[in-house]
């Protein structure tokens, strides 16, 4: 069986974004770039199964060079061979564009990524790509099992989120999954892992396509919250005479 | 030209996003010279559909065959899709939904459109075509122009006040050719709780965490929630816990939600827990350590033990 898991290098969650030139970039100044945290599961969960069923598990970013240390943590924690597509990711149609060339090479049975990436949070490129391969996309799966029967394609069965609850489905391989918790618990790499990482093969391609559909033109930060008003714990019924009365929203 | 509005029918009436959906798409077709048409596909009675017309739409396009009555997003992007061909709509509107999200995606790569997620504001025309969306988990918004001739907008909840009129939209039926191969995956079973207010389609939430000590404290919370006619919510570590349901889970890696209301109670208000409740309009915190750092983000603030707060909020919502 061949897995792709396509990862995201994005700001650590406990980043306070802010802004340069502009507003129209990042500022990188003192951010920490992590492995995006449901691709990790999506990761934790293709390293299982190859554990469990045996398989190739290629990591594949999209993005520039700063990437390379999340894509040499992912093979740290048990990835076999890596790709970057050297380009800035500019938006989900382009992103999807080179994940659809590259999976058109090679036939993976299964294609894992993250339920969204905490950037841009789109939630879209697993479903643009599924589209693009004439392939079913599902997304948010919290549970991934793949039956242990070689003889024709396998078959997954699938635990999906929507709202206010879940439904279980099931359908043939090849697919692309959207994952998140609880999925697999996220993995830490060890120091054999670590080593290891460093001859793994990471082989970097250039983009195929420049499809850009939607550009940023500038970034805003959220207005600050004004000053909170306190409320003694013994008159906690004012509260609600005030979300009437001065909020207006009960 | 138009504007193509995909909606959701529940429990006999046009769900509460999607109104707001259909809404926004009028508004957008108003600035556009144009008129704002719906699509709704599955079993659904015409009256609701024509209370499209309260929203703004003129028009109802009703996909029905039986292979449509079970919601399936890529099913219902290839009909959206047909739709968007006949009506020469240059663009469509989603509101967010578990639903909605698993067709937008679907829906840009076979229309090769332009695409924005977690829209919160009417677009400005003004220079192409340029919509505020909300990134990085609610920390910061993004301008973004769409410069695709077809545009895919996934509005986000309160994006926009919906007015309503006493106007009714025609419904005409609508019956594209299916594609098999979106019928590829089987919905073997669905669990899903009926009676509650669902968290995403929400206008008041109340949430717990930690601080609550045990799943069998949650009366308390579920008390006040009923009281106020709100959606219960947890933080991470709580539904980690298997203290509450997974669906529950707001924040970063849970559920991104912007009510008018979210009171939190017993949660520390880690960076994480705000990312996914930041754009609600107003914060209520209650937290026994007056330094949690929650109340830096909060409207409104309570010094106290869940215990003695929860119950005294409850009686005084349930005597309004
Ligand atoms: C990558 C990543 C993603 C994450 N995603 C999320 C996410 O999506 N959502 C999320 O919630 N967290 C998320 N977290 C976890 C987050 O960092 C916090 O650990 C979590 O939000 C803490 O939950 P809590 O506030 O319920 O618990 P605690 O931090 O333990 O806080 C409990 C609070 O209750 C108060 N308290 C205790 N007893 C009482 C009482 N009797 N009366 C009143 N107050 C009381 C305490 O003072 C304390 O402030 C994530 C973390 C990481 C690293
Ligand atoms: N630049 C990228 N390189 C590789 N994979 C990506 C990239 N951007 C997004 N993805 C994958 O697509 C998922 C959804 O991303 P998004 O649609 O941006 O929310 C992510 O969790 C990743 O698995």
């Known amino acids: 069986m061949k897995i792709l898991v396509c990862v995201t290098s994005v700001p650590d969650t406990t980043t306070k974004i802010t802004f340069t030139d502009n507003n129209t970039k990042l500022s990188k100044a003192g951010v920490t770039f992590i492995t995006g945290p449901y691709d990790d599961y999506a990761l934790a969960r293709a390293v299982e ?26 093979l740290a924690i048990g990835a076999d061979d890596a790709i970057r597509v050297n380009a800035e990711p500019r938006d989900a149609y382009f992103v999807a564009e ?71 489905l099931e359908a043939k391989l090849p697919l692309v999954l959207g994952c998140q918790e609880p999925i697999a618990e996220w993995k830490i ?3 054999r892992g670590i080593m290891t990482a460093r001859t793994k093969p990471l082989k970097v391609v250039e983009a195929t396509s420049t499809d850009v559909l939607t550009d940023v033109s500038g970034y805003e930060l959220p207005p600050a919250r004004g000053a909170v008003k306190m409320i003694k714990a013994e008159e906690a019924e004012t509260l609600i005479h005030l979300l009437r009365t001065e909020a207006k929203i009960i | 030209m138009s504007v193509l509005v995909f909606a959701e029918v529940e429990n006999g009436t046009l769900k509460k996003s999607s109104q707001e959906a259909i809404f926004y798409g009028a508004k957008v077709a108003e600035m ?63 509101a967010k939904s578990s639903l909605a999200d698993a067709m937008t995606a679907r829906l840009a790569g076979k229309l090769k459109a332009g695409l924005a997620a977690n829209v919160i504001e009417l677009p400005d025309l003004s220079n192409g075509f340029r ?25 986000k909840k309160n ?21 098999d191969a979106d019928f590829a995956v089987t919905v073997k079973s669905v669990e899903k709780a009926t009676s509650d207010i669902l968290l995403p389609e929400a206008d008041l939430v109340v949430s717990a965490g930690r601080g609550l000590k045990g799943p069998e404290n949650w009366g308390i919370v579920e008390d006040l929630a009923k009281a106020l006619g709100a959606a219960t919510a947890c933080s991470k570590p709580v539904s980690d816990l298997d203290w509450r349901p997974h669906h529950e889970h707001v ?70």
């Open chain 1, 189 to 191: 790499p060890n120091m």
């Open chain 1, 98 to 168: 080179q994940i659809a060339a590259i999976a058109k090479e090679n036939n993976y049975d299964l294609i894992l990524m993250g339920r969204e990436s905490i950037d841009y949070n789109g939630g879209q490129v697993h479903g643009i790509v599924g589209e693009m391969l004439g392939i079913p996309s599902i997304s948010p799966v919290m549970l991934l099992d793949i039956d242990g029967d070689t003889a024709g394609p396998r078959t997954a069965k699938i635990t999906r989120e929507i709202e206010g609850g879940k439904e279980e």
């Open chain 2, 131 to 155: 919509v505020k969306s909300s990134i990085y988990t609610g920390k910061a918004f993004a301008y973004n122009d769409l410069k695709a001739d077809t545009k895919i907008l996934a509005i």
């Open chain 2, 32 to 94: 556009m010279g144009t008129s704002a048409t719906v699509i709704v596909a599955g079993q659904s009675d015409n009256s609701a559909l024509a209370e499209a017309g309260k929203y703004g739409a003129n028009k109802v396009l009703h996909a029905v065959d039986a292979k449509l009555n079970e919601p399936n997003g890529m099913a219902y992007a290839t009909v959206v899709a047909a739709a968007t061909q006949q009506e020469g709509a240059s663009v469509i509107v989603l």
């Open chain 2, 251 to 320: 924040g970063q890696t849970g559920i991104k939600v912007s009510p008018n209301l979210y009171i939190a109670a017993g949660i520390s208000g880690a960076i994480q827990h705000l990312a996914g409740v930041n754009s609600s309009k107003v914060i209520v915190v209650i937290n026994k350590d007056p330094d949690a750092p929650f109340f830096k983000s909060a409207d409104y603030g309570i010094v106290g033990d869940v215990f003695e707060v929860l119950p005294r909020l409850t009686k005084a919502a349930q005597a309004l």
């Open chain 2, 159 to 179: 994006t926009i006040i919906v007015e309503e009129t006493d106007a009714t939209a025609t419904v005409e039926s609508f019956t594209p050719a299916l594609n």
């Open chain 1, 49 to 74: 199964l190859k554990e469990k069923l045996g398989a190739s598990v290629t990591v594949l970013n999209v993005g520039g060079a700063e990437a390379e240390p999340v894509i040499r943590k992912c």
